[in-house]
């Protein structure tokens, strides 16, 4: 059924022209803004090593309570630290105890959680292997 299909994801915001100057300026993504026969626009985020997401306006947007984007990454700390030099605050989460940079190293692999400017968690995480 899903043979000749090419899945994706998505997730709202609250400001699309915010979300594209983060998408496309802090975290360095290629972004396409696409106006749709709707009277609305989304944005397509277009991930290194291929594939897309979809971002899109809603309103009454509440970011979601978990992780809706993650990058895997060669080196999470030299991915934090370009990070924290464009800006990017790292979170930090009861019960998940984190390092001075914001990176939790207790099990798995080392991960380290922000946010985009409506609140949606992304991570950058260090790639196995």
Do not use: C
């Not at 979300?19 to 803004?33: H, Q």
């Not at 626009?41 to 290194?48: F, G, K, Q």
């Not at 992780?67 to 800006?87: C, I, K």
């Amino acid at each position: 059924m899903f043979d000749n299909s090419k899945a994706f994801s998505s997730f709202s915001v609250n400001d699309l022209d915010q979300a594209k100057r983060f998408y496309a300026e802090t975290l360095g993504l290629n972004v396409s803004d696409q106006a749709m026969e709707q009277g609305y626009r989304l944005l397509r985020l277009h991930l290194p090593g291929g594939g897309e997401v979809l971002v899109y306006p809603k309103e009454d947007h509440t970011p979601a309570s978990f992780t809706v984007l993650n990058f895997p990454v060669a080196d999470v700390e030299r991915a934090v630290d370009e990070l924290a030099g464009r800006g990017v605050r790292f979170e930090r989460y009861p019960g998940l105890a984190t390092d001075e940079k914001g990176i939790f190293r207790g099990g798995g692999p080392h991960i380290a959680w922000f946010t985009d400017p409506a609140g949606n968690i992304l991570s950058v995480l260090q790639q196995e292997g």
